[in-house]
């Protein structure tokens, strides 16, 4: 059951990605900068968001498996392509990543995930989102649940907060509920669930 939820979570992601590829491609990017949540365009790319954070999770043996992650994501706001009007926003995210495993053993997780995060503002300068994401990624220490160091999905959804610094800075933290599996490519795939707290600060253009 877990493996068909992940398929569908990847096939969904991608099939997103590909129907809006045409409108991305195809947007102006000519018109002038607005703040996060003020933007006029169809399909466009308009913010960066660096974060960091802790993850953890239990693997068999009653080993602790921790992580120190990084990523950077590049974000794209699609309101007037889902037909979103006013203060709330629909971005299409674009997330490389390359963390730190630091427990049971030393290595290296490293991918990238696509996904979509709804933000809408609960006061001023103060805003919440929900997101989901999929993606390709390499696990890089052998586990029970997943034999060999190598290729895996994450997926991953969460919640977070926003709160805007200045006109085009902004705090960001969030929860994240993370699976990383391998889809049933290969055997074993018992998957690895963990949790993870991130803050960072994003950057509008």
């Known amino acids: 059951m877990v493996n068909i939820n992940v398929k569908i979570i990847v096939v969904s992601v991608l099939f997103s990605g590909l129907l809006l590829f045409p409108r991305i ?18 399909v466009r790319s308009n913010y960066l968001i660096f974060s ?18 990084f990523s950077v994501r590049v974000g794209l706001d699609i309101n007037n392509f889902a037909g979103i009007h006013g203060e ?12 730190t495993i630091i427990a049971p053993d030393r290595g290296i997780e490293a991918g990238i995930n696509i996904g979509l995060r709804y933000l809408t503002p609960v006061a001023d300068g ?12 390499y696990f890089g220490i052998d586990t029970v649940e997943q034999g060999d160091a190598g290729f ?13 610094l200045t006109r085009n800075m902004a705090f960001n933290t969030a929860y994240r509920f993370r699976h990383l599996s391998n889809a049933g490519i290969s055997q074993p795939n018992s998957g ?14």
């Open 192 to 205: 690895i669930n963990t949790n993870a707290i991130i803050a960072g600060f994003s950057f509008s253009y």
């Open 25 to 42: 491609s195809s947007a102006d990017t000519s018109a002038p900068d607005h703040a996060f949540t003020n933007q006029d365009q169809s």
């Open 126 to 137: 103060v805003s919440v989102f929900g997101e989901i994401s999929s993606g390709p990624a």
């Open 152 to 164: 895996n999905f994450l997926s991953q959804f969460g919640a977070g907060l926003q709160v805007d």
């Open 88 to 99: 709330s926003s629909l971005q299409l995210g674009i997330e490389p990543f390359i963390n």
């Open 52 to 69: 960091t954070g802790y993850v953890r999770g239990e693997l068999k043996g009653n080993e602790d498996l921790e992580i120190i992650p």
